[in-house]
């Protein structure tokens, strides 16, 4: 335990390991990310923290659309590729396979176990270094079934966002 108590508490959400991707006319992009969550049931909503400082953000904030990749637990290998920011490795989608959602465009990452692709709704200024997107979710497809125990998660890469 360290001195910050609400830095240890914040690390110990279970948070799920996603990748997002995003597009605004022909350019995309993938990025990791783990504070997601639905935020309605009717309709499907789904609420994204995002960093201001990410290029994620800048083609969310002008495309206007994004979709959450979804990985089966052991397949950290698929996107470990995706963990850098595109300022250090600009060409990152090249090292993984994609497809476009129907929808929105914007990419479906090869060997995903399931999608869902969202139109934005609204950004929330939070006066912090990560912005609240939400999203409506306008498609999706599964590709393994599954249940949330067998969702790829920060815990079981031993990984920390948080605090
Ligand atoms: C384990 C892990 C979890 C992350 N979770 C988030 C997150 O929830 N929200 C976010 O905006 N960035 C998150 N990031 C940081 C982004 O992945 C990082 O800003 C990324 O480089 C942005 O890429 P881009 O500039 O190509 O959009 C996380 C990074 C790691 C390594």
């Given at each position: 335990m360290s001195e910050d108590v609400v830095s240890d508490i914040l690390r110990r959400f279970p948070y799920g390991f996603y990748s997002v991707t995003s597009r605004n006319g022909d350019e995309v992009n993938a990025m990791v990310l783990t504070w997601?969550?639905?935020?309605?049931?009717e309709p499907r909503l789904i609420a994204l923290a995002l960093q201001?400082?990410?290029?994620t953000y800048a083609l969310v904030k002008a495309g206007r659309v994004f979709a959450v990749n979804l990985f089966q637990r052991g397949d950290f290998d698929i996107i470990q590729p995706l963990t850098k920011s595109s300022e250090k490795?600009?060409?990152?989608?090249?090292e993984v396979e994609y497809s476009h959602a129907?929808?929105?465009?914007c990419p479906v990452l090869e060997g995903a176990a399931a999608y869902l692709e969202c139109e934005v709704l609204q950004i929330f200024e939070?006066?912090?270094?990560h912005d609240i997107v939400l999203g409506k979710v306008v498609g999706g497809e599964s590709f393994q079934p599954g249940e949330a125990g067998d969702t790829l998660t920060l815990p079981e890469i031993g990984w920390s966002y948080g605090g």
């Open positions: 997601i969550s639905q935020a309605s049931f201001r400082t990410s290029h490795a600009p060409d990152k989608l090249d129907p929808e929105t465009g939070t006066g912090g270094d």
